[in-house]
T-cell receptor, first 115, second 112 residues
């Protein structure tokens, strides 16, 4: 089946630095990808929709200048957490819908820890 | 307004028992209802899904029951196994798959 790969799976950074997380669709093209944030023992919170060839669409309350999303190609979307702070520590998960719908494939997630 | 409500928050079942997780939704326009299984430190994986034109779908030990009039759907895990211990999320979306609305999750613990 289709696979979505995320990298890195874990990252630790210092407060004030920026971190980039990559999301790749390995065997299918994804014009749209979704970025979620998940707090411990909580559900997935949609942060933004990444659109190939256009600007990302952010959910209400998500700072677009802090969470930069770039859909560089039909198989790659990146999330950059800028000027990270400890409160940005979380589990970030990307997903991509199968072409024509029918299923949403999730990446393995990226655990960000900001010291 | 929470679009999808899930219960219970946690569930303990003995090996071989039946695990039942319930979800209710608000938007009658939703037309795809998947269930996802998530193990600690991993991304969610699709377990089983149903569309509102059927009342039940079974895949192996997993069954979705769907009640369109009540706007409710549930996941039944028959013969529950310790390996089923995970967090389960229900979800709902419109046909364009533009946005998935997730339930709050149920942490299932199957005791041997």
């Amino acid at each position: 089946g289709a696979v979505v790969s995320q990298h890195p799976s874990r990252v630790i950074c210092k407060s004030g630095t920026s971190v980039k997380i990559e999301c790749r669709s390995l065997d299918f093209q994804a014009t749209t990808m979704f970025w979620y944030r998940q707090f411990p023992k909580k559900s997935l919170m949609l942060m933004a929709t990444s659109n190939e060839g256009s600007k990302a669409t952010y959910e209400q309350g998500v700072e677009k200048d802090k969470f930069l999303i770039n859909h560089a190609s039909l198989t790659l979307s990146t999330l950059t957490v800028t000027s990270a702070h400890p409160e940005d520590s979380s589990f970030y998960i990307c997903s991509a819908p199968a072409l024509g719908g029918g299923e949403l494939f999730f990446g393995e997630g990226s655990r960000l820890t900001v010291l | 307004q929470q679009q999808v409500k899930q219960s219970p928050q946690s569930l303990i079942v003995q090996k071989g028992g039946i695990s039942i997780i319930n979800c209710a939704y608000e938007n009658t326009a939703f037309d795809y209802f998947p269930w996802y299984q998530q193990f600690p430190g991993k991304g969610p994986a699709l377990l089983i899904a149903i569309r509102p034109d059927v009342s039940e779908k079974k895949e192996g030990r997993f069954t979705i029951s769907f009640n369109k009039s009540a706007k409710q759907f549930s996941l039944h895990i028959m013969d529950s196994q310790p390996g089923d211990s995970a967090t389960y999320f229900c979800a709902a979306t419109l046909g364009n798959f533009n946005k998935f609305y997730f339930g709050s999750g149920t942490k299932l613990n199957v005791k041997p």
